[in-house]
């Protein structure tokens, strides 16, 4: 059984910085890929970052500039640098991976909330 644990959410002032942890354990056959989301109230989940095996990434338009997606493969750690936060930012974030080549399944944390207060 595979479980994604996210780490590092609290409350933080505008402008401020936050770093999320999200570690992977369980029966891992090998990981594809994996990112984050986050769900503001009222609305539905979007994607925040994603980050593949070979280290390339993508971010949603919002968060460039201001968050960094990065692994540690050998820890089965992700992480998500979160700086210069605003108060949109706020939601709960959660993290996914992406596991198996042959048959895929995407496997999720319980996530963890983010506050950013004006």
């Not at 979007?46 to 280290?55: F, M, Y």
């Not at 050998?74 to 709960?92: G, H, I, R, W």
């Amino acid at each position: 059984q595979v479980q994604l644990v996210e780490s590092g959410g609290g409350l933080v002032q505008a402008g401020g910085s936050l770093k999320l942890s999200c570690t992977v354990s369980g029966s891992i056959s090998s990981i594809v890929a994996m990112g984050w989301y986050r769900q503001a109230p009222g609305k539905q989940r979007a994607l925040v970052a994603t980050i593949l095996n070979d280290g390339s990434t993508t971010s949603a338009d919002p968060i460039k500039g201001r968050f960094t997606i990065s692994r540690d493969n050998a820890k089965n750690l992700m992480y998500l640098q979160m700086s210069s936060l605003k108060p949109e930012d706020t939601a709960v974030y959660y993290c996914y991976a992406v596991i198996g080549y042959d048959s895929p399944m995407v496997y999720w944390g319980q996530g963890t909330q983010v506050t950013v207060s004006s």
